[in-house]
């Protein structure tokens, strides 16, 4: 289990961001620092900039494209791509869909398919902190 604190942006609304770092196999990069990651659990699946996709050296040519509608029912066109997410001192693989459309404060946007589904987060929001308990921590 770790326990992270709540981000707090210019705006003093508090934030469920993390760091973390992304890596693909294919060619063999992880990003150089970490990145800032919306904990998200209202996103079916995970997001990550289009940016930060291309300095992986990840190629959208041959790519099924999957269109997500976001809460303010604009379209987010997107491909998939298996990445390595590194948090918590752990790496594992994760489904990323990749698009350029991501608000730049969030790059990394992780969702219930690929985080919450290997992780138990709790939000304490009257302590300004995440609990983040790992599936094989149980």
């Known amino acids: 289990m770790r326990k992270y604190p709540y981000y707090i942006p210019a705006n003093k609304v508090y934030k469920p961001w993390i760091t ?3 890596g693909y196999k294919k060619t063999h990069k992880i990003t150089p620092a970490p990145i800032t990651a919306l904990i998200d659990s209202g996103a079916d699946v995970c997001f ?3 940016d930060i996709a291309s300095f992986l050296g990840i190629s959208e ?3 099924q494209k999957v269109v997500f509608t976001t809460a303010n029912r604009s379209p987010l066109p997107t491909f998939l ?3 390595t997410l590194y948090t918590g001192g752990r790496n594992y693989d994760c489904s990323f869909y990749i698009s350029d459309k991501l608000p730049t404060e969030t790059p990394i946007i992780l969702g219930q398919l690929g985080f919450f589904d ?3 987060v709790t939000f304490d929001l009257e302590n300004k902190e995440i609990e983040i308990t790992y599936n ?3």
């Open 20 to 22: 973390v770092s992304i």
């Open 136 to 138: 094989s921590d149980n």
């Open 61 to 63: 040519k041959n790519k």
């Open 81 to 83: 791509e298996v990445l």
């Open 118 to 120: 290997h992780h138990r």
């Open 48 to 50: 990550c900039s289009k």
